[in-house]
């Protein structure tokens, strides 16, 4: 004995058919219209194995996007060494990559709908691959400059295509793990980034050269393995190609009846069209989506969830990551780069802690507790900072004063006065209880890149390039600290909640909110507004040092944090468990809304099929 039961939703045009006993009733509402979490109950499946490799060779973007944004501050270090670089031309090398980034992850919209999601990926490898030559290679700055751009097409391309191909080719019950992979993928590329630096740093000559020219392996790798790969089937669908994009589906999900998936997917197309239709909606996509107002809203939650991501401060703290080690007392450069490489591993395993956990307490939850977490270990950072400022080693020791150089170093009382000027640096000695004595503020000598005084104890001579060795040590841009413990400690802490949720729910929620006629335009202006306030927060940070002191840009970064904890609050919905053809529905009600339950926009119809209950009246066959 069954009963037909069929399951509408509101916005949709995606119906399901299923037989239930009559007991089932009460358990169908449930699973039909959703748990509290708004999550869809899936029947435990096998997952085939094409799914895991096309998720691990499309992550390899990933990685590379780690790796290229990673290495180049180890490298730079014997870069500048070896071209004769000026602080223009290391600004150049490092924010051109920044830039093209935002500007292809914008175009990367218009490829990806014009050619599909695999053509951009196989793009974005071989660039990718070129640029690692290129660098590897060159001959001149130019060159080197060059091969920079090429590399940051590559990353803009897969930034945006990548988390997306993903989305649309896992089942809702693993896509949030899945995409997250992709970010698991850019820490790691970020750590295997340090640890090349650390390998190759002693190889002053060509070190370099390895450190850039390695990236070239993986995408080669990438490219090879993509040609064997489908298309997205969504993709597929949106272009026409039914027949096709079914045996994809059929291939992705292991099982020959995927006919509800697909229809659904076909179906939720077809209706986007129409609504299209009736809305008089026209134009470029990007128009039409700010015509829009559920897809209006959506680009509003996905561009605001990549800005508060930067002006968090990540970047920030990874750019102190060096300055608070040496805090520490760490003064060997090798030995700096690889204990960095020690906080790029935080980073990775508590990216692996966010892959566990997205399905687990979904996206909304991950990204709170993050943004929470951040907000507070900036807070310890701000505090390390302003213990350091104020409680200064002084200058006690005054050299005798060099007519051919200038003085001014000379007019600061402590170091950290000294240590915000960038044409000065701290020469101090330390007792036998670890005390600093003797300091005194010095002009930096340019031609070594900072790493000495013009003149005095602390500069360099040929016999003496180890300043431990005549008791005397050299402090650029940082001050020896007795706090440096706490802002060790702030900066694990920032990693640690950081990696999680706020560095993949980012990308990952950005994958799934758009209907698929904009989700390629959606993510491709997401993604370059996370690279524009990446270039942005990247350029501004040493100007606010000097507005706000190093403190001060402290806290105002954490009170940036704080206001990316409300918007999460009021305006981030939760996607777990939704098809990505539901997901849309999310952004079909009132802001005040947005927060809460799926159930209300859907409605669930049972039909109680004549001759099937016993006893009853005709009036009560059909509910």
């Known amino acids: 004995m069954s009963r037909e039961h069929s399951f509408e939703m509101k916005g949709s045009s995606a119906n399901f058919a299923m037989d239930r006993p009559e007991n089932d009733e009460r358990q169908l509402i449930n699973q039909s219209a959703g748990d509290r979490s708004g999550v869809t109950r899936q029947p435990a499946r096998k997952t085939p194995l094409i799914l895991y490799v096309l998720t691990l060779l499309a992550a390899i973007g990933g990685f590379l996007f780690g790796y290229d944004t990673?290495?180049?501050?180890?490298?730079?270090?014997?870069?500048?060494?070896?071209f004769k670089l000026s602080t223009v031309w290391q600004e150049a090398i490092v924010s051109v990559t920044i830039g093209a980034a935002a500007l292809f992850a914008l175009l990367g919209g218009?490829?990806?709908?014009?050619?599909?999601?695999?053509?951009?990926?196989?793009?974005?490898?071989?660039?990718?691959?070129?640029?690692?030559?290129?660098?590897?290679?060159?001959?001149?700055?130019v060159l080197l400059l060059i091969g920079r751009i090429v590399v940051g097409i590559g990353i803009g391309l897969a930034s945006m295509t990548v988390p997306m191909y993903i989305a649309e080719a896992a089942p809702p019950e693993m896509r949030g793990r899945l995409v997250t992979i992709n970010n698991m993928f850019i820490t790691g590329g970020q750590f295997v980034a340090s640890v090349i630096d650390g390998a190759f740093s002693y190889n002053k000559q060509d070190g370099w050269r390895y450190m850039l020219g390695l990236a070239g392996v993986p995408s080669l790798v990438q490219f090879v393995g993509f040609l064997f790969l489908p298309e997205s089937p969504r993709w597929l669908v949106q272009h026409g190609d039914n027949l096709m994009a079914k045996m994809v589906l059929k291939r992705m999900r292991g099982?020959?009846?995927?006919?509800?998936?697909?229809?659904?997917?076909?179906?939720?197309?077809?209706?986007?069209?129409?609504?299209?239709k009736d809305l008089d909606v026209s134009g470029p996509v990007l128009l039409r989506m700010l015509q829009h107002p559920p897809t209006r809203r959506a680009l509003f939650v996905g561009c605001g969830l990549q800005m508060f991501q930067q002006i968090a401060g990540i970047n920030t703290v990874m750019y102190y990551s060096a300055s608070i080690i040496k805090m520490a007392g760490v003064q060997d450069d090798s030995m700096a780069i690889w204990l960095a490489a020690v906080t790029a591993f935080v980073n990775f395993i508590f990216t692996a802690v966010g892959v566990y956990l997205v399905e687990k307490v979904g996206r909304r939850i991950l990204a709170l507790g993050s943004m929470a977490?951040?907000?507070?270990?900036?807070?310890?950072?701000?505090?390390?900072?302003?213990?350091?400022?104020?409680?200064?080693?002084?200058?006690?020791?005054?050299?005798?004063?060099?007519?051919?150089?200038?003085?001014?170093?000379?007019?600061?009382?402590?170091c950290n006065?000294?240590?915000?000027?960038?044409?000065?640096?701290?020469?101090?000695?330390?007792?036998?209880?670890?005390?600093?004595?003797?300091?005194?503020?010095?002009?930096?000598?340019?031609?070594?890149?900072?790493?000495?005084?013009?003149?005095?104890?602390?500069?360099?001579?040929?016999?003496?390039?180890?300043?431990?060795?005549?008791?005397?040590?050299?402090?650029?841009?940082?001050?020896?600290?007795?706090?440096?413990?706490?802002?060790?400690?702030?900066?694990?802490?920032?990693?640690?909640?950081?990696?999680?949720?706020?560095?993949?729910?980012?990308?990952?929620?950005?994958?799934?909110?758009?209907?698929?006629?904009?989700?390629?335009?959606?993510?491709?202006?997401?993604?370059?507004?996370?690279?524009?306030?990446?270039?942005?927060?990247?350029?501004?940070?040493?100007?606010l040092t000097e507005t706000l002191t190093r403190p001060g840009a402290i806290w105002m970064y954490s009170s940036l944090a704080f206001l990316g904890l409300l918007f999460i609050f009021f305006l981030v919905p939760e996607t777990r468990g939704y098809r990505l053809e539901e997901v849309d529905l999310l952004f079909n009600r009132p802001w005040g809304q947005l927060t809460a339950p799926l159930q209300q926009d859907r409605e669930v119809q049972y039909i109680r099929v004549r001759g099937h209950n016993q006893g009853t009246s005709d009036a009560s066959d059909i509910e």
Not at 71 to 82: H, Q
């Open 70 to 82: 990673g290495v180049v501050s180890g490298a730079m270090i014997l870069i500048r060494d070896d």
């Open 110 to 141: 218009l490829l990806n709908d014009t050619f599909g999601r695999k053509p951009v990926i196989l793009l974005a490898s071989f660039v990718f691959t070129a640029g690692a030559v290129v660098m590897g290679a060159a001959q001149s700055k």
């Open 255 to 276: 099982v020959d009846n995927v006919d509800e998936e697909f229809d659904q997917i076909k179906q939720s197309f077809e209706e986007e069209q129409r609504e299209r």
């Open 373 to 414: 977490g951040v907000f507070l270990s900036l807070l310890v950072l701000a505090i390390a900072f302003w213990f350091s400022a104020q409680y200064s080693p002084p200058i006690t020791y005054l050299p005798t004063p060099d007519s051919n150089i200038s003085q001014h170093c000379n007019t600061y009382k402590t």
């Open 417 to 543: 006065q000294c240590a915000l000027d960038d044409d000065c640096g701290y020469c101090f000695s330390l007792d036998s209880n670890n005390s600093v004595t003797n300091g005194s503020c010095m002009a930096t000598d340019t031609g070594r890149w900072d790493s000495f005084a013009r003149t005095g104890r602390c500069a360099y001579t040929n016999n003496t390039a180890d300043h431990r060795k005549v008791g005397v040590n050299w402090a650029f841009n940082y001050c020896p600290s007795h706090y440096s413990w706490l802002a060790i400690l702030g900066l694990v802490l920032y990693l640690m909640f950081f990696a999680p949720g706020m560095g993949p729910m980012p990308w990952t929620i950005n994958s799934e909110i758009y209907p698929l006629w904009a989700r390629s335009t959606g993510n491709a202006c997401s993604a370059a507004t996370n690279w524009i306030f990446n270039l942005l927060v990247s350029m501004t940070f040493l100007t």
